[in-house]
């Protein structure tokens, strides 16, 4: 495969980067403006994504992690040991974040059957209970639930809605007696984002051998985690929400000294969870008692989800050395203290406490309890989750400080907030949301003056039309069009005629010419085309852009085969091919059905083709396989030539697209600067 652009600009620059991540804020935030343009979705700021905490956007370390896996899959002989390979990877990295054994650590479906396998194994006797919040999540107390018809008492303790408090060792006291076998909880509440003390419940409970089941899915990935400092039984965490990989992947956890006292038996056994058997699946089933893995691996199936684990890894890699958890935390509550602040000022309300030791960094809940805020936010782009307590706000890594300003000023309506609202009364207008930004900037004068003189024409035309014969009809229309015919021609020899019925100032015209595309372009005092303009060079006419085409791209093929490429050749229909199945995605830019039609079609008179875009799609797509890979640079630089003729003198649609596709050839190949320069 070819070198990766992103691989290769974090391993060259990680130290240097996690160095500035610890010592300097400023470059900590420039830092975060950096990996924001790691996530596509959110980088162009057409969306803002506010919902980390239900399922975050992907990003393109983890794209490129499995394009990894879907490449050893095509190509790899027998890719599953490479893959379980990668599994012990992320152990190592996940027991290094929480700061525990990686023996300590299992792998599994999800955090609801992380949970689910603990509790099964704990054991106990009619009458014994445990003891959940009342608001706990629905994966952790359904499990408990279930075993009441065993026997199992579940009590609840009463929490408020309205102003919900963290949790601690005297939430719990009063429910806890000699028969409570476990205490279960959220260290991050997902509807209130209060921060629950988890070790504060563990250093007065365990030592009374009561459990600790702790669901740390909304901890992981957006905070810094300590295990052995929170002293739990056990906890399970997902990881497609703060660590950013496919969901199907989630780790169990459970102390070692609590696996020795309970022996557990795991709800579904398998292979894998057996110490008695072989790597493989070919013995002679043993006899006598099962012999399970003493550590949390007796909870682990032989077969997983390898193609998560493998974006695990790289999501880790890049969040451990990279990012980093404390860094990571700061800027979520960095963010998190510029949306209150700002919601303060609206005189809107956040559910649950201010100090950062008892609240998430990153999750945020608004009192906006009217259901039409979510479809509102959702239709401005702002994507969140509506619960009964308000609307929730969670931030990611790739979040900043505009997505909050673009959240408030979205909030920002002049309304009381009631159905209807008191300013639509009195005005007896409709009381609707309106989706129109009313700060955009407004169009100029001038081209509203232009409108209006159109609309009064118009106005004028319609009338003596309908007062006019029908043959005097037909002859105002044929005048219309052999009218609007003559301007559009007019327009393109004479721009000046054009410039001036714009209304722009003379000194200035000199500086415009009319583009290929009919477009004024508007050239500097250092431009070269100034040059051009003063020896009467504009050549904007059909007889320049004929000639043109007459040059490089009616000559395509033996330009190409100066290069020795032939368009017979059948790695230019499979590069073509691997191009726009493997790597279209990541260059939206190229309008993909309007290329293949001039391609297979009209190449002379193509908008969307041109020679130099064809050879950089091409080379991009010959990286995609071993056997097309040589040619990428044959591609490259027959690309190159052209453009650097052809792309800086007549510029267009298709030539801002192949200098882009050579700026990204070039970044993979570690040539940033050039690649800079190119894009």
Request: with cysteine.
């Amino acid at each position: 495969m070819a070198p990766s652009s992103i691989q290769d600009l974090f391993d060259s620059h990680s130290a240097t980067t996690a160095k500035s991540l610890k010592t300097s804020d400023s470059a900590t935030n420039a830092d975060f403006q950096i990996f924001r343009r790691l996530v596509p979705l959110v980088n162009d700021g057409k969306i803002t994504h506010l919902n980390a905490g239900f399922m975050p956007p992907s990003n393109l370390i983890v794209n490129e992690a499995i394009g990894r896996f879907c490449a050893e899959s095509l190509h790899h002989p027998s890719p599953k040991a490479c893959w379980k390979e990668d599994v012990e990877a992320v152990r190592k990295l996940l027991a290094r974040y929480i700061n525990t054994d990686p023996s300590s650590i299992a792998f599994v479906r999800d955090t609801t059957e992380g949970l689910g396998s603990f509790i099964r194994g704990v054991k106990f006797e009619p009458g014994d209970n445990v003891v959940i919040l009342d608001c706990e999540h629905p994966n952790q107390a359904f499990g408990w639930m279930a075993l009441r018809p065993t026997g199992l008492e579940v009590r609840l303790v009463p929490t408020d809605p309205d102003y919900p408090t963290a949790a601690n060792a005297d939430t719990f006291a009063p429910y806890v007696d000699d028969r409570t076998k476990a205490i279960g909880l959220s260290s991050i509440m997902f509807h209130s984002g209060q921060w629950n003390d988890v070790a504060d419940v563990c250093r007065t409970f365990r030592p009374r051998g009561i459990h600790v089941l702790a669901d740390l899915t909304q901890q992981v990935g957006f905070a810094d985690v300590d295990i052995q400092a929170l002293g739990v039984s056990a906890a399970a965490f997902s990881l497609h929400k703060g660590l950013n990989t496919p969901t199907g992947f989630a780790a169990l956890y459970v102390d070692a000294a609590v696996i020795a006292e309970l022996d557990p038996t795991p709800p579904i056994v398998g292979y894998g969870g057996v110490s008695s058997t072989s790597d493989g699946e070919d013995f002679l089933i043993p006899g006598g008692p099962v012999k399970f893995h003493p550590t949390a691996r007796r909870y682990e199936h032989a077969n997983m989800s390898f193609i998560s684990a493998v974006a695990a890894r790289a999501f880790l890699q890049f969040y451990l050395e990279v990012m980093t958890p404390r860094n990571v935390e700061g800027h979520l509550f960095g963010l998190g203290e510029a949306l209150r602040r700002s919601c303060a000022g609206l005189g809107i309300g956040v559910v649950g406490p201010t100090e950062r030791r008892q609240h998430a960094p990153h999750l945020h809940v608004l009192r906006l309890h009217d259901p039409r805020w979510l479809e509102y936010l959702t239709t401005a782009g702002i994507m969140v989750t509506r619960f009964r307590s308000g609307i929730r706000v969670s931030f990611g890594f790739y979040n900043n400080l505009k997505d909050v300003e673009r959240l408030i000023s979205v909030l920002k309506l002049k309304c009381s907030r009631t159905e209807p609202c008191q300013n639509c009364t009195a005005s007896k207008t409709p009381c609707e949301y309106r989706e129109v930004d009313r700060k955009r900037v407004p169009v100029s004068h001038e081209y509203v003056a232009s409108l209006e003189s159109r609309l009064a024409w118009l106005e004028s035309f319609v009338k003596e039309l309908r007062a006019s014969t029908p043959e005097q009809r037909d002859e105002m229309l044929r005048a219309t069009v052999l009218e609007g015919d003559s301007t559009v021609a007019a327009s393109t020899q004479a721009p000046g005629e054009y410039v001036t019925r714009l209304g722009i100032n003379a000194r200035n015209e000199a500086n415009l010419e009319l583009g290929l595309e009919g477009s004024l372009v508007y050239h500097g005092a250092t431009s070269i085309f100034r040059a051009e303009a003063g020896h009467g060079q504009k050549g904007t006419d059909a007889a320049a852009v004929q000639g043109y085409y007459d040059g490089v791209e009616s000559h395509f093929e033996s330009v190409m085969e100066h290069f020795g490429i032939r368009m017979s050749d059948e790695v230019v229909m499979k590069s073509l091919t691997q191009f726009f199945r493997w790597q279209y995605p990541h260059f939206m830019f190229i309008y993909r059905e309007a290329f293949l039609r001039d391609h297979f079609g009209d190449r002379k008179n193509g908008k969307y083709w041109s020679s130099s875009l064809l050879l950089s799609i091409c080379a991009l797509g010959a990286l995609m396989s071993l056997d097309t890979k040589p040619s990428g640079d044959q591609f490259f630089l027959a690309a190159e030539s052209i453009i650097m003729v052809t792309g800086l003198t007549r510029p267009s649609v298709a030539t801002v697209q192949a200098f882009l596709c050579l700026a990204f050839y070039e970044i993979g190949r570690g040539n940033l600067s050039k690649g800079w320069g190119y894009s």
